[in-house]
Each structure stands twice: as C-alpha cells, then as structure tokens.
Nanobody
Framework: QVQLVESGGGLVQAGGSLRLSCAASGSIFSINGMGWYRQAPGKQRELVAV???????NYSDSVKGRFTISRDNAKNTVYLQMNSLKPEDTAVYYCNVDIVFRRADYYSSLGYWGQGTQVTVSS
C-alpha cells in the first residue's frame, strides 16, 4: 500500500509565493521520477515540472524561472516552490510519483497520483 499526501495549496495574491509538498509512504523500495501537474477548470491536466532520481529537472515554459521543483529522498517527498504567482497559475495541482517495489525475485514500478491541492491566485 502506498499513500501520497499533498499539502501547501491555498489562496494567494498575484506576485505571491506558495510551497507545495507531496510525501509518499508505504512499502517503498525507491522512487524514480517525481513530478507536479496541474489542471485548471475546463482544461486538460498539464505537466508543470519533473525531477529525476538523479536530480535532473524539467519545467514547462509557462513556469520556467518562477517555479522550482526539488526532492528529499530520505523523506520520499517532492516539493514545488512557486514564486511570482499569476492568476493563470490557478488550478488543482497534483503530484505524480513513480515508485519502485521490491518483490521476491524482481523489482516493479508503478505511478501514483496525489489527491490534488487547490492553488488560487487572485489578481
């Protein structure tokens, strides 16, 4: 069993900052990639940022230079620091984590989604 718990969303004025967290717990051997996605009303879910197990990062053009993704492997947690927030950043933010499980004689991996956290940026 694996559980992802997100926190840190809320209401902020344009230009403000928020920090999202997503902590994974359960029978985890290791974690591969971790990422953040968002979905605004009436729109498809889109990639915001991803980070590999080695710490390499990638961002969507819309958040590059404003958002920073990071991870704490000891805590199985991924963070998203969001600065200079804009009204168009308003969305439900979801974390996605690729978890590796150790079986009797092999390893397997499976992706999990967090429950989502609302971020609202007022103008």
């Amino acid at each position: 069993q694996v559980q992802l718990v997100e926190s840190g969303g809320g209401l902020v004025q344009a230009g403000g900052s928020l920090r999202l967290s997503c902590a994974a717990s359960g029978s985890i051997f290791s974690i591969n990639g971790m990422g953040w996605y968002r979905q605004a009303p009436g729109k498809q879910r889109e990639l915001v940022a991803v980070i590999t197990s080695g710490g390499n990062t990638n961002y969507s053009d819309s958040v590059k230079g404003r958002f920073t993704i990071s991870r704490d492997n000891a805590k199985n947690t991924v963070y998203l620091q969001m600065n200079s927030l804009k009204p168009e950043d308003t969305a439900v933010y979801y974390c996605n984590v690729d978890i590796v499980f150790r079986r009797a004689d092999y390893y397997s991996s499976l992706g999990y989604w967090g429950q989502g956290t609302q971020v609202t940026v007022s103008s």
